[in-house]
């Protein structure tokens, strides 16, 4: 299949299935910022209540500005895996390995904590997409929609 | 949504949370304290059962020495007290004072663990080893797991002290000195409760 095939045949509908919950009342696919606005919620399955009592969509919270994104980090897996060789050494005590099994779990923990604290210390502020931005991306999200 | 904070005249008075981040924190933290009080529940309740199992090794009534631990309890307390007014000095915008009062946490933190390891080799010479019994090892385990908590509290205010030695308070780390002083009280919370149920029950008989 060519890129431009799968490119046709993605699924760019909304709301495909009819849904209740809030996944499916934000675009398809998912910007990166999730909601342009945070959406307010008046009930357990926000999106079905709108379409009952409402209108079908999210009601805003809040006006449209710039959005503050997290940046991309490697950090978060560090930490899963030092937590990962620390229990396995764990385990490791009854496995006659080679290698001594409090050196897995130290060194497990040395790198668990080690990217917890390198986290703290580099200052990462992350970024804003500006509501310019915001406001295109959100533009071409609609006329995808309707261009189906 | 934006994060703009006016500090052209100064810090606001809560920076810790005057940003969205430093609010962010402030509920993540609670949800993870909450998680903690759990953890250790469950180590409270096996120590409540395995107290009496003490398989013909020594008893707490034996082990247990009041002076020491009641010395433990009074110098973790004081330690939740310099932070408190380590924070109320940040508040204050004063970062001097607040240095001064978190090292002197920091070094109150180190006092008590030294007792701690000293008690645990106390026992180890009484023949209590961390398998000689069911009250040896869930005692080990809920003592050693506050220790292990003093130990990363430890570690973490090391490392703000140094990260932030010249950074003057700002809405960046003033969260997370905060946290650190939240974190700081739970683990005295903790050993409150461990003193009542481990030490003063142990030595009462209760």
Known sequence: ??????????????????????????????????????????????????????????????PLGDIHMPNGSFLPFMIALGSFIAGFGLIMKHMDAWINPYFVVVLGLLVMFGSMAVRSWKEDHGYHITKENVEAMEREALADERNR | MSETVDVSRGLPAHPERATLEGKNKFVGFWVFLSGEVTMFATFFGTYLGLRNGTAGGPEAADLFHMPLVFIMTMILLTSSLTSVIAITAMKKNQFKKMKLWMWITFFLGVAFLGFEIYEFVEYVHYGLGFSTSAFASSFYSLVGLHGAHVVFGLGWVLLLLIRYNRAGITLTNAPKFYMFSLYWHFIDVVWVFIFTVVYLMGIGGG
């Open chain 1, 1 to 62: 299949m060519s890129s431009t095939q799968r490119r046709k045949d993605r699924i760019i509908v909304d709301d495909p299935w009819d849904g209740r919950a809030l996944e499916w009342a934000t675009h398809t696919p998912v910007p990166e910022y999730n909601f342009a606005q945070v959406p307010q919620v008046r009930s357990l399955d926000p999106l079905f209540y709108e379409k009952i009592h409402g209108d079908g969509k999210m009601k805003p919270t809040e």
